[in-house]
């Protein structure tokens, strides 16, 4: 773009009063353009100026109007936002409506607890009344309580009672044993959810012919 | 009988700190209970405290005196500036007393007192049902006036057993659980555990109700054809086949059918569902109900009584008054602490600490809500203290969980210049402050002395009142 067609278009973009614009009555854009207004037509006789004289601004006054068209975003802002991130990251805590604090809440010492999350510390079966044992074809629930090399999960992990652990252990033995799923890696389908990012329920199934034919 | 006589030994144990104290109720549930991965700390402030706040004397606390067993050690006790202790166990297996300092919900108390709003109840979730317009518009009754927790209709506190079922619209305490707050398993373990066994029960309690309708049906007749009215039925004249004929209906009859296992059981009421939950629209399905006034319905019941104990004020209708200045439109606006940022790319939004409780930000078109204030967008370090906003307090209620809902609005200007004036931040109409008067500092006594000069500038008190001499 050479800095004559530059030129133009600040000027275009930059002229005060543009046709449409004057008809305009409501009571917000006439404020508008009457606070704006002189500082534009100033800029207006600066860049109209330059074109009549039909060379290009001098450097002086092409930062003049480069300060007065760049948007307010500044590098200072940036670094502001830069120095808020940072300090973010250093208070993990999401504070819920209604949540009591003391001024020890707010320090170093409280904010570090809240990065580390913590483990299921209540049986989930119990909680959700269901055998383990009646879902063993339930392959979400026998992912969940097996990793990722297919071991079953230590109880210390999966927060269940003994009672409970032992049932979800037999769930997922016998679902392996009868091949309704992999011993080495979780299930395709939560495989293929987590490489997606999504719920199984949005990501479109690939289509066989064999599924097709009745 | 106006007092028992008690002996010496009971009377001085009665008067004791050891039996005053309240036993501590459970604590609010957190994340880490509800069996999902949580970010939580076992020694952050808790959302209500669980125990009663102690304190004691300047004098008895130098020498370690709080009412209790044992003295406590001033190395601990006498660093804080305020005496509130907590105190988790008066003797425990090592013959120490389990004590933690309790400024942090003390001293919120004393904040959120300083705000002078009261506690309002929580309105029905679709309206006040008396207005038809308003029933779809929750915004719009969100900004009336609200009713105060200790108003005769919402504060029950004590009913009579039979009065238990009419007055289920405005009661907050329940025999029974909520159940849309309950996981499969639980209810389960509360079918198995408490509703089976009182079966038979439940058939009487069925007997009951037949006789009272028979009653009802056989007294309405005689009041037709102008007869003696029946003596009352007695439920055991009601017969098997009755009650089974009763039952029968009931089973066709959904709303009739919670209504009474409802009563029965002492239920919280439920809110109905809505086309959402159940896939249909009202006109369509099979099930009816009644519309549920009970503010408590859609949230669960309290687990604390609607005021949380926080504040007795009953309303915040009334004007405050400035030595110079007069009366006041507003109530003194506050200093709101800007607790955590506003961070657009984890949508999250800025929250505001009041008084010690966490708080939205200002709702609607307000100035903190335009597009050029960036103040909830960043952390400024270099702000000591971090950066704060004047906002004036509207309302507070309890949820259901136990927690403050504070609403602040932003402050008005006056307002805010008004309150700055009077912490010493602003001047107001040109007045300057006496450089000399600002940094003194006034004992007691000496406002004591200044006050009881001859010509003392007529102040209020118990002696103009005549009250005392």
């Known amino acids: ?53 039909g060379g290009p601004l001098s450097e002086a006054e092409q930062r003049q109007v480069m300060d007065q068209q760049a948007p307010r975003a500044s590098i200072q802002d940036l670094r502001g936002r830069d120095v808020t991130e940072a300090y973010a990251r250093q208070m993990p805590r999401r504070w819920r409506t209604g949540e009591v604090y ?23 079966v119990d909680m ?46 016998r679902a392996i044993g009868m091949g309704l799923h992999p011993s080495v890696h979780k299930h395709p389908e939560i495989l293929r959810r987590g490489r997606h990012g999504l719920p199984t329920s949005a990501i479109p199934t690939p289509e066989t012919t064999r599924q097709n034919v009745l | 009988m106006a007092s028992r006589s008690v002996s010496p030994g009971g009377a001085l144990l009665r008067t004791s700190r050891i039996f005053a104290m309240a036993n501590p109720i459970p604590p609010p549930v957190t994340d880490s209970s509800s069996g999902a991965t949580s970010f939580s700390s076992n020694m952050a402030t808790l959302d209500f405290p669980t125990h ?52 942090d919900h003390g ?17 029905p979730a679709g309206g006040d049902g008396g207005d038809s317009s308003n029933q779809n518009r929750p915004t719009l009754s969100m900004n009336l006036p609200q009713k105060s927790v200790f108003e005769k209709e919402i504060d029950t506190t004590d009913l009579d057993p039979d009065d238990l079922a009419k007055a289920i619209d405005n009661r907050w305490r329940f025999n029974g659980p909520w159940l849309a707050g309950m996981t499969t398993g639980k209810f389960q373990k509360y079918l198995e555990k408490e509703v089976r066994p009182r079966r038979p029960e439940f058939r009487e309690f069925l007997k009951k109700k037949i006789a009272a309708e028979l009653h009802q049906a056989a007294a309405n007749e005689a009041l037709d054809k102008g007869t003696e009215p029946p003596a009352p039925l007695d439920a055991s004249s009601v017969t098997e086949d009755q009650l089974i004929d ?10 009739a059918l919670y209504d009474m296992v409802g009563q029965f059981l002492d239920l919280a009421p439920l809110a109905p569902p809505n086309i959402s939950q159940l896939g249909l629209p009202a006109g369509i399905n099979k099930i009816t109900w009644r519309q549920i006034k009970n503010p408590y319905a859609t949230g669960g019941p309290p687990v604390t009584h609607p005021s949380a104990g926080l504040s007795y004020l ?96 932003d402050a008005s200007a006056e307002a805010k210049l008004v309150a700055q004036e009077l912490l010493g931040l602003a001047t107001c109409l040109g007045t300057t402050r006496d450089e000399r008067q600002t940094g003194r500092v006034e004992s007691a006594s000496q406002i004591r002395r200044r006050y009881s000069a001859k010509n003392a500038p007529a102040m209020s008190s118990t002696q103009n009142y005549g009250i005392q001499r």
């Open chain 1, 1 to 53: 773009m050479s800095s004559r067609q530059w030129l133009s278009s600040a000027v275009r973009q930059c002229k005060p009063q543009q046709l449409p614009r004057t008809f305009s009555t409501t009571a917000p854009v006439a404020a508008f353009r009457s606070l704006f207004g002189k500082k534009d037509n100033e800029m207006y006789g600066l860049l109209k100026e330059g074109l009549e004289r």
């Open chain 1, 102 to 124: 003391a001024p020890r809440d707010l320090g170093p010492t409280e904010a570090r607890k809240f990065r580390a999350g913590k483990t299921a510390s209540r049986d989930v």
């Open chain 1, 128 to 173: 959700f009344g269901f055998n383990p044992v009646d879902n063993y074809k339930n392959f979400s629930m026998i992912s969940e309580f097996m990793t990722s090399m297919g071991r079953i999960k230590h109880s210390k992990e999966t927060g269940l009672r003994p009672v409970n652990q032992r049932k979800m252990a037999k769930a997922i033995r």
């Open chain 2, 52 to 103: 009663q706040v102690i304190t004691t004397l300047s004098s008895a606390r130098k020498r370690g005196e709080w009412g209790l067993k044992r003295s406590l050690p001033l190395k601990t006790t006498l660093k804080s500036k305020i005496p509130m202790l907590r105190v988790k166990a008066i003797d425990s297996a090592e013959q120490i007393t389990d004590f933690t300092s309790a400024t």
């Open chain 2, 107 to 123: 001293m919120n108390r004393r904040k959120f007192l300083e705000l002078g709003i009261p506690l309002t109840a929580r309105r």
């Open chain 2, 246 to 255: 009763f039952l029968r209906k009931l089973r066709h009859d959904s709303q």
């Open chain 2, 314 to 409: 009953r309303t915040s209708m009334y004007m405050d008054n400035h030595p110079i200045y007069g009366p006041q439109r507003q109530h003194p606006s506050v200093v709101a602490r800007i607790v955590s940022p506003r961070r657009q790319a984890q949508t999250q939004p800025a929250k505001l600490g009041v008084a010690g409780f966490i708080v939205n930000t200002p709702l609607g078109d307000t100035t903190s809500n335009s597009r050029n204030n960036t103040l909830f967008d960043k952390i400024d370090p270099d702000v000591k203290g971090g950066a704060k906003v004047w906002v004036q307090p509207k309302r507070a209620t309890v949820d259901s969980s136990g927690r403050v809902v504070l609403t602040v609005d």
